[in-house]
């Protein structure tokens, strides 16, 4: 829960340069693996997979490419600023592609995913001008499932082996399960 304090804050975007890829490193892998959230939890992964979810070559690669954008959520009260999010939007022909979405453990449950994911349809409309969005989740997590559920999204009945490299899934059968939204004006 967010203290007073964070309540009295505002959430501002900006997009990623690279000056920001060891801090949102730092950032993915604790919202990914490492979060304070107990194992199982709905928020985190670290019950389900063991190994990095993004390193820093990575990120300084995608930085370098025009059809792909990291967007940063910043909270902050006008005179100090931190960053407590990121998503990561990729152009893939007629439609766009999520993913990397991570909100710093410590200051979940403000809104800044539902910022995030919003801002991202806004950006894959008007900059990339998608008509869809598409993702994946992980299988084993309802809760998140539920959760892209209620921000508009359906499953497509389609998944995908999960075999990112260097990642060790703790689980059988662990797969994708895939996404989509219509993104309209
Ligand atoms: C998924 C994630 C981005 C959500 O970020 P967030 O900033 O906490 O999200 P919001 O504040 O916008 O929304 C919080 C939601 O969590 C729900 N929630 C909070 N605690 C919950 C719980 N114990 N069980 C289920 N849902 C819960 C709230 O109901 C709320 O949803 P609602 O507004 O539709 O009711 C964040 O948990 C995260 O970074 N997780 C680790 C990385 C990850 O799994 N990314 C997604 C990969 S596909």
């Not at 801090?23 to 304070?36: D, H, M, N, S, T």
């Not at 792909?68 to 006008?78: C, K, M, S």
């Not at 999010?85 to 449950?109: K, N, R, Y």
């Not at 490299?165 to 399960?177: A, I």
Request: proline fraction near 4%; charged fraction near 25%; charge should be negative.
């Amino acid at each position: 829960m967010a203290s007073a304090s964070e309540a009295q804050k505002v959430l501002t975007g900006r997009t990623a340069t690279h000056d920001d890829v060891e801090i949102v490193e730092r950032l993915v892998q604790y919202a990914f693996r490492g979060g304070k959230q107990s194992a199982k939890s709905w928020t985190g992964e670290e019950h389900l997979v063991r190994g990095p979810r993004i390193t820093i070559e990575e990120l300084h690669k995608i930085l370098d490419l025009s059809d792909q954008v990291i967007l940063l959520a910043e909270l902050g009260d006008g005179i100090e600023s931190q960053l407590v999010g990121c998503i990561h939007v990729t152009q893939e022909g007629d439609h766009s592609h999520i993913g990397m979405l991570a909100v710093d453990p410590d200051v979940q449950s403000v809104g800044a995913g539902k910022f995030l994911m919003s801002w991202a349809e806004r950006y894959a409309l008007e900059q990339f001008e998608s008509k869809e969005m598409v993702g994946e989740v992980v299988s084993g997590r309802p809760e998140l499932m539920d959760w892209y559920m209620r921000l508009g999204y359906e499953q497509t009945g389609e998944t995908a082996p999960f075999n990112p490299p260097g990642v060790t899934p703790l689980v059988e059968g662990l797969h994708f399960v895939k996404i989509r939204k219509r993104l309209a004006r």
